[in-house]
């Protein structure tokens, strides 16, 4: 496995633990296009499932904020 891919199974686990309410919180603030977009649990987790490109982004920076 590489590093991608074992960032996104810790992710898959971690939400995987959640309760539920707490997949509703706001994890972290992605800075795109000037913009300042608000994430939540629920949000990463449907960007990761679908594999898109901007799962990449939310994983690494979970990853730097130690979240997962």
């Not at 074992?6 to 296009?33: G, H, Q, S």
Request: charged share 35%.
């Amino acid at each position: 496995m590489n590093g991608e891919s074992d960032i996104r199974e810790k992710f898959l686990r971690a939400y995987a633990n959640l309760p539920f309410n707490t997949r509703k919180e706001i994890i972290l603030v992605l800075e795109e296009e000037g913009k300042k977009q608000p994430v939540t649990w629920e949000v990463a987790y449907f960007e990761v499932k679908n594999n898109t490109p901007r799962s990449k982004k939310i994983l690494e920076k979970l990853e730097e904020l130690k979240i997962i």
